[in-house]
C-alpha cells in the first residue's frame, strides 16, 4: 500500500469516527432529560397517589389575556408583590363543613312526614340518581335524636325533610326542565315516606337561579401557565422528580401531579399536567415532553393557603431546575412583571366572593364552582 493510500486510509477512518461521536452527541443532547437515580444514603420516601375529591380541568387563559383571569374584575393601577401578598391579612377561615343545602346556592323544599321516618325507609325512598338534569339533587332529614340535619343513614330516625336542588354550577344556571325534574323527583320521595311537599315558585327560583349564575360567571377564576423547556425535552419521570422536590405527588389520573392541600379531604392546591401519551408510554424514559402546565382553580382553594404565591414560587423553581420558561397558553414567555397584576386582580376576587359568602375554598364555593 502505498503512502497516499494509507494517508487517505487514515484519513477516512479518522472523519467516520468523528461522525459517529457527532451523531451520538447529538443523539444524547436532544434526548428526554432522565430522573437522576435516588441516593443510596438518603433514599426517596415513596410517592403516594392523592385521589382528590374535585378534579376540575383548568380553563386556559384566552390569547392575548397575560392577566390570566378568563372570567373576573379588570386589574387596578397598583401592584403587590408576591410577599406583600403573603403579609396580606386574610378573613379567618375554618375548615368545618356546613350542611348540605343551603339557601344560598339551593332550592329547598321542605317536606313534612305524618310520622317519623326511620332512616332505612328514607334510603330505600331516595331516587337512584342524585341529579337534576346537570345539577346535584339531594335530600336530607332532621335527625330526631340529634336535632340535626343530615344525609339520611340506617338506624337513625327523622321527623321532618327537605329536598333540594343547586341552583347553579359550572354547566350554568337551573332551567325550568330541571326545576320539573327536582319536582318530580322530591315528590316520588315523599309519596314513598308520606310526606306533604312544599314547593317553592319555579318562576322566582330559576329567575334567582339566573343571577346567581351571572354572578360566578363573573367571578369564576381559573389560571393555568405554560412551562416549556428551552432545549432539550423533559421525560416524564424527570418531570416527576423535580415536581417532587416542591410537594407534588400522583393525581388520579397519568400525566397528573399536584400539590396536596394542608387539610385531608380538600382539593389540592396546585395541579401539574403534561402530555397523556407520554406518561403511559412503554419506555416513560424515551418520552419527550417540551411542555407542562400549572394551573389553579381558585374558587377552590382558600386565600389563606397563597396558592398563587405558591404558583409563581414552583413555577420560578421549575424554570430554573429544568431549564424551562414560563409562557401563556399560546407558548409566548411571559415577563416576571406580568404576574404582579393577577396578584392583585385575585385580592379584588377574593374581597368579592366573601362579600357574597361564597368566599373561596369554602364548600359552598367549592359546590357552585364545579
Not at 487514515?10 to 467516520?16: A, D, M, R, W
Not at 405527588?249 to 396546585?270: D, E, W, Y
Not at 382553580?297 to 420558561?325: I, K, N, Y
Not at 393577577?342 to 377574593?350: H, S
Request: proline letters at 9%; aromatic letters at 6%; charged letters at 20%.
Amino acid at each position: 500500500m502505498s503512502t497516499l493510500q494509507l494517508s487517505l486510509a487514515i484519513i477516512g477512518g479518522l472523519v467516520l469516527a468523528f461522525i459517529v461521536a457527532y451523531n451520538t452527541w447529538t443523539s444524547r443532547r436532544n434526548a428526554p432529560k432522565r430522573a437522576l437515580p435516588p441516593d443510596p444514603e438518603h433514599p426517596a420516601e415513596p410517592t403516594v397517589r392523592l385521589d382528590p375529591g374535585f378534579d376540575a380541568a383548568a380553563t386556559p387563559v384566552p390569547a392575548g389575556d397575560y392577566h390570566g383571569l378568563d372570567r373576573g374584575p379588570g386589574p387596578l393601577e397598583h401592584t403587590v408583590d408576591v410577599d406583600d401578598a403573603l403579609q396580606m391579612p386574610v378573613p379567618a377561615f375554618s375548615l368545618e363543613r356546613r350542611p348540605g343545602l343551603d339557601s344560598l346556592i339551593d332550592v329547598i323544599a321542605p317536606l313534612q312526614p305524618e310520622n317519623v321516618v326511620s332512616g332505612d325507609a328514607a334510603l330505600a325512598a331516595l331516587p337512584p340518581t342524585r341529579r337534576a338534569g346537570s345539577k346535584p339533587f339531594a335530600v336530607e332529614g332532621l335527625n330526631e335524636s340529634t336535632q340535626q340535619w343530615e344525609t339520611p343513614a340506617p338506624g337513625q330516625r327523622y321527623q321532618s325533610f327537605q329536598a333540594g336542588v343547586q341552583l347553579a354550577n359550572r354547566m350554568g344556571a337551573l332551567n325550568e326542565i330541571e326545576f320539573s325534574e327536582f319536582v318530580v323527583k322530591a315528590q316520588a320521595f315523599a309519596d314513598a315516606i308520606n310526606a306533604a311537599p312544599d314547593f317553592p315558585d319555579m318562576l322566582q327560583e330559576v329567575a334567582r337561579a339566573r343571577e346567581l349564575d351571572q354572578f360566578a360567571s363573573d367571578h369564576d377564576a381559573q389560571l393555568a401557565f405554560m412551562l416549556r423547556a428551552r432545549q432539550a425535552a423533559w421525560s416524564p419521570g424527570y418531570v416527576q422528580q423535580n415536581a417532587a422536590r416542591l410537594g407534588f405527588v400522583h393525581g388520579a389520573m397519568p400525566g397528573r401531579l399536584v400539590l396536596p392541600a394542608n387539610a385531608q379531604g380538600l382539593p389540592p392546591l396546585l395541579t401539574l399536567g403534561y402530555d397523556t401519551q407520554a406518561a403511559l408510554a412503554e419506555d416513560p424514559d424515551q418520552s419527550a415532553i417540551r411542555d407542562i402546565t400549572l394551573s389553579l382553580d381558585v374558587a377552590q382553594v382558600h386565600r389563606t393557603e397563597q396558592p398563587f404565591a405558591r404558583l409563581r414560587e414552583a413555577a420560578a423553581v421549575l424554570c430554573e431546575a429544568m431549564d424551562g420558561v414560563l409562557c401563556d397558553q399560546n407558548g409566548t414567555p411571559l415577563p416576571a412583571m406580568a404576574m404582579d397584576p393577577i396578584a392583585t386582580d385575585l385580592e379584588l376576587l377574593y374581597d368579592q366572593l366573601d362579600g357574597r359568602d361564597l368566599s373561596a375554598g369554602s364548600v359552598l364555593a367549592r359546590r357552585l364552582f364545579s
